[in-house]
């Protein structure tokens, strides 16, 4: 393996780490400060830390590999031959093991006690109020938003350089703010993860049966994503 690629999954490692401490962290500080009630300006900002933590990995690493942290993103482009299905397998792991690096160190800091009696670990849950069909579709529409985003502004090589990572950061605060309520706006397999692991292993309780939801829903919404964008905007190929 060359020396550059363990640079790429160290990237995928990192990034998906911050992603999972600041983004999924907003939510357990939101929730911090409210003794485990969160208000709908509390998910305005949550959105807003995500935006702001999804650009800067983008800005920051995407120039070393491609900055993706999210196996649904990593799945779908392979499935539109846009990234190499030999790399998807490693670039997963790397994912995941940032996810549960992010989740642990979130939780050592807010303190573990803390996340677990008020289950404010940063996971994600279907809300009350709503069916895990409902929340399955949530993170379909979603996930199918954030890829024509990232088709449209880093595959197509038609559009204008540099605005990639803001407008991603856009897309993922939009996402949050409509479809939070439903079910936390994961849209990101690892980022659900990451937050379920910890708080497994700091003894506290993780709704493993709607894992589901936050697999399917990204990764039908992500391919969805790309074909339809191929399909309709057809951007050229290298």
């Not at 401490?21 to 830390?49: K, Q, R, W």
């Not at 677990?116 to 949530?138: E, K, R």
């Amino acid at each position: 393996m060359q020396p550059d690629y363990w640079r790429r999954l160290l990237a995928e490692v990192i990034t998906t780490a911050l992603l999972v401490f600041f983004g999924a962290g907003s939510f357990m500080a939101a929730l911090s400060v409210d003794n485990g009630h969160l208000t709908y300006a509390g998910v305005g900002i949550i959105s807003f830390a995500f935006a702001l933590i999804v650009a800067l990995n983008i800005y920051i690493f995407g120039p070393v590999s491609g900055a993706q942290f999210n196996p649904a993103v990593t799945i779908s482009l392979a499935v539109v031959r846009r990234f190499p299905w030999r790399d998807v397998p490693l670039y997963i792991i790397a994912q995941a093991i940032g996810a549960v690096i992010g989740g642990l160190i979130a939780c050592e800091v807010f303190g573990p006690d803390k996340a677990i009696t008020l289950n404010i670990s940063g996971g994600t849950q279907v809300q009350p109020g709503f069916t895990a069909i409902q929340a399955a579709l949530a993170e379909f529409i979603g996930t199918f938003l954030l890829l024509l985003t990232i088709m449209a502004t880093v595959i197509d090589k038609r559009a204008p350089q540099g605005w990639a990572g803001f407008l991603i950061g856009l897309e993922v605060g939009c996402e949050v703010m409509v479809i939070g309520p439903i079910s936390n706006g994961s849209i990101n397999p690892a980022r659900t993860l990451g937050p379920y692991v910890a708080t497994s292993i700091f003894g506290g309780t993780t709704p493993w049966d709607e894992y589901w939801i936050y697999l399917a829903g990204p990764i039908l919404g992500a391919i969805a994503g790309c074909a339809v964008y191929e399909f309709v905007a057809q951007p050229a190929r290298d």
